[in-house]
């Protein structure tokens, strides 16, 4: 990793880390164990997102939480100028050493308010989005933009990227961010000690899908795939446990998912505050996306000791191994999808297999606390704390 910033000369006080954030909910879900590791580590921690109504789940565990204006998914340049402009003047304010920027709009947003401060811009890729995995006209021009700045930025000497699968680094690479300001962390991890193996439910088996309903999700497919069986005279429950994001282009729309509810065998349960309900419920889990970062509800439900039906696709393969915990398919294809859940439905034994075998993944590779480790020690070089890379020249490492 190559960069150069300006650390605070001998850390006196405590280092100043932000993470700029799209949703308040998404930082709780997503990057919590990684910030409380930080704050553990000395680091004073400040949220930058869009407020509504986490911001005192945030505040309690002694983070400083700044409501921002973001109009996430808006490509109106009034609403790009006004968030950029807010997110600088917090920069100019809390003078951070270090800013988390999560996700790919953030890093973008976060890159361009941040130009010629002295703070080192860590620009986290939790998959590629919409604009690459979808082949549409709007999607096609949006990654042209994207690809030119993302250049442009994510170059610059204090610039960092963080990815966390190879794929999205190989695509890193290739959109042409130096190899050198990449490093991969494998997701942000999940508590091994508060999900835990569950005993099968009693009752049909059923497949169980968390995540937002998004057509990029797989979930059409999964409905498909769903009919399929019961077609074949080999149904299964299906529980689906997220809600639509209208920010997404390819959310799923409200009267498609009343009609769901409504299909024999089908359980929309909307937001789920624990998530351990869903897998006690739930014999399968089944993510059929097209692309991920590296997908939490897959973790999730591994520590939990349940089977894994994924795509083979990047982010997935990162959790879902093929005959080890998983069966893989292809995207798109309910038939491969159908047959595969149908096979763990009619194997109790594999299962067992396939859930200890994920279990004992999620304990070993991607605890929160390995993964909150990892994480930390990346800022701490990145600041140059404890003889890290950023006084005097720039190093690789």
């Known amino acids: 990793m190559t960069v150069e910033a300006g650390a605070k000369p001998g850390f006196e006080s405590k ?18 164990p990684m910030a409380c590791e930080a704050m553990r580590a000395g680091y004073e921690v400040h949220v930058l997102t869009n407020a509504n109504g986490h911001e005192a789940a945030i505040a309690k565990h002694g983070f400083t939480v700044h409501p921002l204006p973001w109009r996430r998914g808006s490509v109106n340049p009034a609403d790009l100028l006004a968030i950029i402009r807010a997110v600088r003047k917090l920069y100019r304010a809390l003078a951070p050493d270090l800013a988390h920027h999560v996700a790919l709009q953030p890093s973008i947003i976060g890159s361009l308010a941040a130009s010629g401060l002295p703070v080192v811009c860590l620009n986290a890729l939790a998959g590629l ?12 021009i949006m990654r042209a933009v994207i690809e030119t700045v993302q250049r442009r930025v994510f170059n610059r000497r204090n610039a960092a990227v ?17 190899a050198g300001r990449i490093t991969m962390i494998r997701g942000s991890g999940v508590d091994t000690d508060v999900l835990v193996p569950l005993p099968e439910p009693d009752g049909p088996v059923t497949a169980a899908f968390v995540g937002r309903l998004l057509d990029d999700k797989g979930v ?14 080999h149904p299964v429950r299906l529980l689906l446990a997220g809600e639509p994001d ?29 998530i351990r309900s869903v897998w006690a419920a739930a014999h399968i889990a089944v993510l059929p996306s097209r692309r991920e970062g590296l997908p939490k509800s897959l973790l999730e439900a ?6 894994i039906v994924a795509t083979d696709v990047p982010g997935c393969r990162e959790v879902a191994h093929a005959g080890r915990n998983a069966l893989l398919v292809p ?3 309910p038939v491969a999808l159908a047959d595969a859940i149908d096979a763990l439905a009619r194997d109790p034994d594999r299962r067992r297999r396939f859930g200890a075998a994920g279990r004992t993944l999620a304990e070993t590779e991607f605890s929160s606390a390995r993964i909150g480790r990892e994480t930390v020690a990346l800022y701490d070089r990145l600041i140059g704390r404890r003889g890290g ?9």
Do not use: K, M
């Not at 604009?131 to 709007?138: E, L, Y």
């Not at 990815?163 to 690479?173: K, L, S």
């Not at 059409?220 to 005279?233: E, N």
């Not at 959310?251 to 909307?270: C, F, K, M, Q, Y």
């Open 15 to 32: 280092p100043v880390l932000v993470y700029l954030v799209t949703e308040d909910w998404y930082f709780l879900s997503h990057r919590l």
């Open 129 to 140: 989005g919409f604009a690459f995995t979808s082949r549409t006209p709007r999607a096609r």
């Open 162 to 178: 963080l990815v966390q699968n190879p794929d999205d680094r190989a695509a890193a690479v290739a959109l042409g961010v130096d």
């Open 220 to 233: 059409r497919t999964l409905i498909a795939a769903h009919d399929l069986l019961a077609r074949r005279q």
């Open 246 to 274: 209208a920010a997404n282009p390819t959310s799923i729309p409200p009267e498609e998912t009343d009609a769901w509810r409504r299909r024999p065998g089908v359980e929309v349960l909307g937001h789920v505050a624990d």
């Open 302 to 307: 591994a520590a939990c000791g349940r089977p």
């Open 331 to 333: 995207p798109d294809d």
């Open 389 to 397: 890379l950023l006084r005097g020249p720039a190093a690789s490492g």
